[in-house]
């Protein structure tokens, strides 16, 4: 199975800050064929359901502020917020897509709060 | 607008059954695979199952396989998770999500349905 591991597990930033939570695969997602990482990243906020921030570990979803970036390759992924809102506040989730089966992976997830 | 509803859910004994719906709106629904999500009480996301555009394919994880049977109803643009032999483990907030398609990711969930089991 493919363990997506996620850190740190809580952060704290202060507001205009930076804040980056990391996430590593136990195996690579990046596939050869189309040269994609199959990595997202979504944010849920308290009694909410997630919400897709990013897709192919780098793009952005339709309407998510630019302040929201991805990063990463292969087995080592970034998500940076550059510069903290207060609404930013809520836990982070990546999630891996593994193609033989068809197989999707979430991260333990990271909260994120204002410091 | 696009949305999921989920219904169904219940408080059910252990060894029960259950069967969940999730209507679809805004959207083309036969264009698109669709997911099951849950999240135990104060946990994280967990996959549970995945039904392609057609109904023709369908994936478990290993902790639902066996149990939990996906499908759904292109002309009634609605996605089914059935439940049989629940547990305790089981508990959890289910959420139906939309497929991308493209990217494998999901970018549309519904507000999620709470099944308990206990006795």
């Known amino acids: 199975d493919i363990v997506m591991t996620q850190s740190p597990d809580s952060l704290a930033v202060s507001l205009g800050e930076r804040a980056t939570i990391n996430c590593k695969s136990s195996q690579s997602v990046l596939y050869s064929s189309n040269n994609k990482n199959y990595l997202a990243w979504y944010q849920q906020k308290p009694g909410q359901p997630p919400k897709l921030l990013i897709y192919w570990a780098s793009t952005r979803e339709s309407g998510v502020p630019d302040r929201f970036s991805g990063s990463g390759s292969g087995t080592d992924f970034t998500l940076t917020i550059s510069s903290l809102q207060a609404e930013d506040v809520a836990v982070y989730y990546c999630?891996?897509?593994?193609?033989?089966?068809?197989?999707?992976?979430f991260g333990q997830g990271t909260k994120l709060e204002i410091k | 607008e696009v949305q999921l509803v989920e219904s169904g859910g219940v408080v059910v004994q252990p060894g029960g059954s259950l069967r969940l719906s999730c209507a679809a709106s805004g959207f083309t629904f036969d264009d698109y695979a669709m997911h099951w999500v849950r999240q135990a009480p104060g946990k994280g996301l967990e996959w549970v199952s995945l039904?392609?555009?057609?109904?023709?394919?369908?994936y478990y994880a290993d902790s639902v396989k066996g149990r939990f049977t996906i499908s759904r109803d292109n002309s009634k643009n609605s996605l089914y998770l059935q439940m049989n032999s629940l547990r305790a483990e089981d508990t959890a907030l289910y959420y139906c999500a939309k497929d991308t398609s493209s990217s494998y990711s999901m970018d549309v969930w519904g507000k999620g349905t709470t099944v308990t089991v206990s006795s």
């Open positions: 999630q891996q897509y593994y193609s033989t089966p068809p197989w999707y992976t």
């Open positions: 039904i392609s555009w057609d109904g023709g394919s369908t």
